[in-house]
């Protein structure tokens, strides 16, 4: 599968979308190199929470299908200790009617609160056991492994998508390019169904906590949830649709500080570690389909992952993968 060009696959993006998909591609044996605009640690991905689970993410079916996959993935992973990945109980509570999503069968454990065992004031409530990800670690872990595959991470941002399907900066363009650029793809492609939901979560050294805790009952951009990891807790947060800062707001977090405390008292003294901010990619549906260029070559896109890129990474990249003949 080659053209002159060095690598056979150039992926665009190495947020855990773009991660996930070089890894997928280099160990099944393509050459791949990967290009990004930022360092793994400074993207989306990093600010996530990460609990298993493929929220305001579309279409359904796909997306169940790509989640049963990331499920499988995460579970293994949790077996290495490098990859910052446990799997945790906890469970999500609502002070309105609500009940469990319709993916939801696929977690173990999965037990719904009859009227008697809701805490006080609340309407409706259920139990499970999920992969939890550390993201800072996980994107270390998948890094390394990139590393291991022989694949390198060019830190440079590309203006166009153009301009590496010609090979504009002289080299031989690659026959098969995957744009895993997250939110960008809105200017890129350029695609306006794509838009930020933008994410902020304050970081705490871990006070003890062991369950994930999710509240649902707050319509509108606030929720109130907690994700621990080993040494840490991912206390969030905010889901503000069509907000582009990706500064930490004080006032935000200090409000998102006051609702955990509410929910879980041991947070009100643990040490506040670091602010993070994330701007989901959120699209009525994934894009992930492949655009011909001519001559035999194919520019994938694998973008859109709004509040789920995490779950259902794994699904996408092998999806591509089996497309081209190695899955
Ligand atoms: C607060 C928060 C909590 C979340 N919780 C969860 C959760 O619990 N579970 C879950 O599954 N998901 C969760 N998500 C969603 C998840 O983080 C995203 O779906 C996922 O990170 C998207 O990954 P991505 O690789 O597509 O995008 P990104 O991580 O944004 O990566 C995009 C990449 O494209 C690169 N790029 C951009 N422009 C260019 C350019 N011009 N040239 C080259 N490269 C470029 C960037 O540098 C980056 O490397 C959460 C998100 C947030 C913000």
Redesign the pocket.
């Known amino acids: 599968m080659t053209n002159g060009s060095e690598v056979d696959v150039q992926v665009?993006?190495?947020?855990?979308?773009?991660?996930t998909t070089a890894i997928t591609l280099a160990e099944a044996g393509w050459r791949v190199s990967v290009?990004?605009?930022?360092?793994?640690g400074?993207?989306?991905?990093?600010?996530?929470?990460?609990?298993?689970?493929?929220?305001t993410?579309g279409p359904p079916g796909r997306c169940r299908d790509w989640a049963r996959t990331g499920l499988d993935v995460l579970r293994d992973l949790a077996r290495d200790p490098a990859a910052g990945i446990m799997t945790r109980s906890g469970q999500e509570l609502s002070r309105v009617p609500a009940s469990p999503p319709a993916w939801a069968d696929l977690l173990d454990e999965l037990h719904v609160y009859s009227e008697r065992e809701l805490p006080p004031g609340f309407a409706a409530g259920w139990r499970y056991r999920a992969p939890v990800?550390s993201?800072p670690v996980y994107l270390d872990y998948l890094v390394a492994r990139l590393e291991q595959a022989g694949v390198k991470i060019d830190v440079?941002?590309?203006?166009s998508l153009t301009e590496v399907a010609d090979g504009a900066d002289g080299a031989f363009p690659a026959p098969v390019i995957v744009n895993?650029?997250?939110?960008?793809a809105r200017q890129?492609v350029p695609d306006p169904a794509v838009h930020p939901?933008?994410?902020?979560?304050v970081i705490i050294a871990n006070p003890g906590i062991e369950e994930f805790y999710i509240d649902h009952s707050t319509p509108g951009t606030d929720l109130i949830y907690l994700?621990p990891h080993q040494d840490t807790v991912v206390l969030?947060?905010?889901m503000a649709d069509g907000d582009w800062d990706t500064e930490p707001r004080p006032a935000v977090a200090e409000r998102i500080l006051a609702g955990c405390a509410a929910a879980e008292p041991r947070v009100r003294d643990a040490p506040v570690v670091a602010h993070?901010?994330?701007?989901?990619?959120a699209r009525p549906e994934v894009r992930l389909e492949a655009e011909p260029l001519g001559d035999g070559r194919v520019l994938w896109h694998?973008?859109g992952?709004?509040?789920?890129?995490?779950?259902?990474?794994w699904g996408c990249a092998r999806e591509i993968a089996a497309e081209l003949g190695r899955g």
């Open positions: 665009l993006g190495a947020g855990v979308v773009g991660l290009r990004t605009a930022s360092p793994p400074a993207t989306t991905s990093a600010a996530a929470g990460a609990v298993w689970g493929p929220v993410v990800v993201m440079n941002p590309i203006t895993c650029t997250g939110v960008a890129l939901i933008r994410g902020q979560v994700f969030g947060g905010t993070r901010v994330g701007l989901r990619p694998n973008y992952h709004g509040g789920g890129g995490v779950t259902i990474s």
